[in-house]
């Protein structure tokens, strides 16, 4: 089965279970997480664990929504 790819900070969130989730996830608080939504990257910080969490849900997003750049394919 093919991962669900998302594309946003919001999709992200929403798709691992809403601003209370996410915030439970990473020990922050709320407010930090609403900003989040509203921004259009995540702290690198917490790349790993979302990155799990979406995969434990069949999920997906690029690290681009993180901040960080992918490696350049030599052709």
Not at 40 to 68: C, D, H, I, N, Q
Request: with cysteine; proline share 4%.
């Amino acid at each position: 089965m093919a991962e669900e790819t998302l594309h946003t900070t919001g999709d992200v969130i929403d798709a691992l279970g809403g601003t209370s989730v996410v915030a439970g996830i990473m020990n922050c608080s709320l407010s930090v997480v609403s900003n989040w939504k509203k921004a259009a990257t995540f702290p690198s910080r917490s790349y790993v664990r979302l990155s799990e969490e979406l995969v434990a849900r069949g999920k997906t997003a690029p690290a681009s929504l993180w901040g960080m750049k992918q490696p350049e394919v030599a052709s």
